[in-house]
């Protein structure tokens, strides 16, 4: 694909209410590159959470709103592999034999992940400015296995020449979230985010980078219930603060 | 108590157990490593996947006539074909046959359809002394568990547990914590077992309609005793391992020694046509195969869900499960564990039964990408979850559809449903949240007890866009 005049963003709800920066940034990183960024206001949530708790009939509802912001052809660029996944790969399915099942199939076609966006559409090129740091790198399995896009984030992050990604152990493992897993199955979940912050405390990074904020919350809230002062935060966020000067 | 309360308890009791945790970590850790030696190609692997999944879906497509035919050739090469709609009717039909031949002791080769039966305990109140030849199921029938993983069913213990059992046991052998050793000391014991006993009974991999052969693979070389030992072979599986050809065999070998224990090939593998002839000197003199449904013929007439009868039962998927490496197989609570467990138990049980197993899951999709005949577990579980608070269940569904729907529950749904299908709404609660940030609603205990309640950004993107001067359309 050619680079687009124009880009709809797809902020997604948790970081519409909770993570706001990690989208303008994500927007920020987009406009730099000469794209218009459209942020339909009447945007929500993809459905997942209803979706992936079995309440189909819900999820399509929520799902059918969102379809409408996104009426032309633009690409919907998704800050957020799962929801990303969402739309991609399951809205399709749960479409299926509705009066706008083509629309939702044409949604999907053109959707895509912010970081696959940046790397596969628009080449990003990245110029650290930043003083040296170390990051571990988290990458949510959707955007793993559901997008197959992990190697993205990887492909950024290794612009940035003054940042060190540290390794850590069962690196492609979960990290216990599963949305309504983590209330529905709260000690497999807490148990799972335990090891997961183990192993990126011991990978000795100052910073936890991910693709998705559902990982993050999950993450950083245990890090932050375990007293533990290592902050996470959206690799979008991080790019952008990297390449423009700015510190927090 | 009710399933989910089941479930919990299960949960509660694995997690605390820091030395399971332990045995299934470093032993689900030292099994992904097999595996993935065994596939340094990633194309090639993909085309093994796929090449698997075509024959399976082939056999299963055909299953009725594959079926027929397999028991003609069966019966044309003097093995006896047995039919069981319920697990009750295959052990009474296993039953009657030792019966029949005065069998008091039977040996059996490691067979997770005869877990399913649960057929040592039925024989064993009829007087049949059963002895377990595996020595993963041999240490689990001293221990007196069911097996927690389909290929390695005693992984949760590590050896110094076994040598405890062992000792208590077989107080005459030496007392060892060697795994050599202990192996050693289980043949010994086993031999004996095999000399005398009047029966085998073993599971059965792949049964091929073309040729009337039983293949079982093993690496202990056990199966091989069992089934060529004693007088009486009964193997016993589920209709839905035939395959048409012998040429379906090797492909589907192949991949499933490699995702199952990462070897290239097991030690042993038998191909079993017909009993022993005239003038041959060994082999059983009598061959059963006891063929059952258990809910098998259900699963395969729905679209969707028929994929879950492709599993050849290689166990990948929990050894790449996240969940079950933190819980163990016990945890479920079913014949089945991991993914493949929480997919196919409430199909064969019914969702009112074991329904909640389909919360056990982050849908990471692990299991997915590993399996070697492409079952799109994931979707299918969520699939599950949907059936499981369907309200308005079918009956040619699966059994015990709608069973976990709660009116509380959907009626939260409804209400987020509301707020974020109607973007005022939507706004007005952002509004809300966003200002009023600082007031943490009491929800999600479980939530709670590991990680804070976020809290929301004094502004939601959506405002901040509309002041950066982001378009609307
Ligand atoms: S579902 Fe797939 S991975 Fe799991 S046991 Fe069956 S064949 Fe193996």
């Known amino acids: 694909m050619n680079q687009p005049e124009r880009v709809y963003f797809f902020g997604t709800c948790l970081i519409d209410l909770l993570y706001p920066k990690a989208g303008l940034a994500g927007m920020a990183l987009i406009e730099r590159e000469g794209v218009k960024v459209i942020y339909p206001a009447n945007q929500g949530c993809c459905g997942q959470p209803a979706f992936n708790s079995g309440y189909r009939q819900e999820a399509l509802a929520v799902a059918r709103a969102q379809l409408n912001c996104f009426p032309k052809e633009y690409p919907i660029v998704v800050p957020s592999g799962?929801?990303?996944?969402?739309?991609?790969?399951?809205?399709?399915?749960?479409?299926?034999?509705?009066?706008?099942?083509?629309?939702?199939?044409?949604?999907?076609?053109?959707?895509?992940?912010l970081t696959e966006f940046l790397v596969d559409v628009l080449a990003l090129q990245l110029n650290d400015l930043g003083q040296?740091?170390?990051?571990?790198?988290?990458?949510?399995?959707?955007?793993?296995?559901?997008?197959?896009?992990?190697?993205?984030?990887?492909s950024l992050i290794a612009q940035l020449s003054n940042v060190e990604v540290m390794d850590h152990s069962h690196k492609t493992e979960c990290c216990g979230f599963g949305g309504t897993f983590s209330v529905k199955q709260p000690?497999?979940?807490?148990?799972?985010?335990?090891?997961?912050?183990?192993?990126?405390?011991?990978?000795?990074?100052?910073?936890?980078?991910?693709?998705?904020?559902?990982?993050?919350?999950?993450?950083?809230?245990?890090?932050?219930?375990?007293?533990?002062?290592?902050?996470?935060?959206?690799?979008?966020?991080?790019?952008?603060?990297?390449?423009?000067?700015?510190?927090? | 108590m009710n399933q989910y309360q089941a479930f919990y308890k299960r949960i509660d009791k694995a997690l605390h157990n820091d030395q399971l945790r332990r045995n299934f970590r470093s032993a689900m850790d030292g099994i992904r490593q097999r595996r993935l030696a065994?596939?340094?190609?990633?194309?090639?692997?993909?085309?093994?996947?796929?090449?698997?999944?075509?024959?399976?879906?082939?056999?299963?497509?055909?299953?009725?006539?594959?079926?027929?035919?397999?028991?003609?050739?069966?019966?044309?090469?003097?093995?006896?074909?047995?039919?069981?709609?319920?697990?009750?009717?295959?052990?009474g039909l296993i039953h009657k046959i030792l019966e029949a031949e005065q069998a008091t002791s039977v040996v059996k080769g490691k067979s997770m359809?005869?877990?399913?039966?649960?057929?040592?305990?039925?024989?064993?109140?009829?007087?049949?002394?059963?002895?377990?030849?595996?020595?993963?199921?041999?240490?689990?029938?001293?221990?007196?568990?069911?097996?927690?993983?389909?290929?390695?069913p005693a992984i949760h213990k590590n050896r110094f547990e076994v040598a405890e059992l062992f000792q208590k046991f077989h107080p005459e052998q030496p007392h060892t914590d060697d795994v050599d050793e202990l192996t050693g000391c289980a043949r010994q014991v086993l031999r004996k077992k095999f000399a005398y006993a009047d029966a085998g009974i073993s599971g059965v991999n792949f049964a091929v309609a073309e040729t009337g052969t039983l293949c079982l693979v093993e690496n202990e070389g056990n199966g091989r005793l069992s089934t060529t030992a004693p007088r009486i072979h009964i193997a016993i599986t589920g209709i839905e391992k035939v395959?048409?050809?012998?040429?379906?065999?090797?492909?589907?070998?192949?991949?499933?020694?490699?995702?199952?224990?990462?070897?290239?090939?097991?030690?042993?593998?038998?191909?079993?046509?017909?009993?022993?002839?005239?003038?041959?000197?060994?082999?059983?003199?009598?061959?059963?195969?006891?063929?059952?449904?258990?809910?098998?013929?259900?699963?395969?007439?729905d679209e969707e869900l028929v994929d879950t009868l492709r599993c050849i039962r290689c166990g990948s998927c929990m050894n790449h499960c996240p969940v079950y490496v933190h819980v163990g197989g016990h945890a479920y609570g079913t014949t089945y564990p991991g993914?493949?467990?929480?997919?196919?138990?409430?199909?064969?049980?019914?969702?009112?039964?074991?329904?909640?197993?389909?919360?056990?899951?982050?849908?990471?999709?692990?299991?997915?990408?590993?399996?070697?005949?492409?079952?799109?577990?994931?979707?299918?579980?969520?699939?599950?979850?949907?059936?499981?608070?369907?309200?308005?269940?079918?009956?040619?569904?699966?059994?015990?559809?709608?069973?976990?729907?709660?009116?509380?529950?959907?009626?939260?749904w409804k209400l987020w449903q509301s707020i974020y299908a109607t973007p005022l709404l939507y706004r007005g609660f952002k509004f809300l949240a966003t200002r009023l940030r600082r007031?943490?609603?009491?929800?999600?205990?479980?939530?709670?007890?590991?990680?804070?309640?976020?809290?929301?950004?004094?502004?939601?993107?959506?405002?901040?866009?509309?002041?950066?001067?982001?378009?609307?359309?």
């Open chain 1, 82 to 113: 799962s929801c990303a996944g969402m739309v991609k790969h399951h809205w399709p399915e749960l479409f299926a034999g509705e009066p706008d099942e083509s629309q939702a199939i044409a949604a999907a076609q053109r959707t895509y992940e």
């Open chain 1, 132 to 154: 040296p740091t170390k990051i571990a790198i988290h990458t949510s399995c959707s955007a793993r296995r559901e997008m197959g896009v992990a190697d993205r984030i990887d």
């Open chain 1, 187 to 248: 000690d497999i979940s807490g148990a799972m985010v335990e090891a997961k912050c183990n192993a990126l405390l011991a990978s000795g990074a100052d910073t936890v980078i991910s693709q998705d904020c559902g990982c993050l919350m999950n993450i950083g809230g245990a890090l932050e219930h375990q007293q533990h002062a290592l902050p996470t935060q959206h690799v979008a966020e991080f790019l952008l603060q990297r390449t423009s000067g700015e510190s927090e």
């Open chain 2, 38 to 91: 065994q596939f340094p190609d990633k194309q090639e692997l993909q085309i093994l996947r796929y090449r698997a999944k075509a024959i399976r879906n082939k056999s299963l497509s055909r299953q009725a006539e594959l079926l027929e035919r397999l028991e003609a050739k069966l019966t044309e090469n003097g093995i006896q074909v047995h039919w069981a709609e319920t697990p009750l009717q295959a052990n």
């Open chain 2, 113 to 152: 359809v005869s877990e399913e039966t649960d057929l040592n305990h039925y024989l064993e109140q009829r007087g049949i002394e059963v002895i377990e030849s595996d020595l993963g199921e041999y240490i689990l029938q001293m221990a007196q568990e069911p097996p927690s993983h389909i290929i390695v």
């Open chain 2, 243 to 301: 395959v048409e050809n012998l040429s379906d065999v090797p492909p589907l070998l192949e991949i499933l020694t490699k995702s199952a224990t990462g070897q290239p090939i097991t030690t042993y593998f038998n191909m079993i046509s017909r009993p022993r002839q005239p003038g041959e000197k060994d082999g059983p003199e009598q061959v059963h195969l006891v063929l059952l449904d258990n809910g098998r013929s259900r699963i395969r007439s």
């Open chain 2, 339 to 412: 993914p493949i467990g929480i997919l196919l138990e409430p199909q064969r049980l019914g969702i009112d039964k074991v329904g909640s197993l389909t919360s056990a899951c982050t849908l990471c999709g692990a299991c997915g990408e590993v399996c070697p005949v492409r079952i799109p577990l994931p979707k299918l579980i969520n699939r599950l979850r949907a059936d499981a608070v369907n309200a308005k269940p079918s009956e040619k569904g699966v059994p015990g559809t709608g069973a976990l729907r709660s009116r509380s529950e959907a009626v939260i």
């Open chain 2, 439 to 473: 007031i943490k609603p009491p929800l999600a205990a479980g939530w709670r007890r590991y990680r804070p309640i976020p809290t929301p950004a004094p502004r939601s993107l959506g405002e901040l866009a509309r002041q950066q001067g982001y378009e609307d359309e």
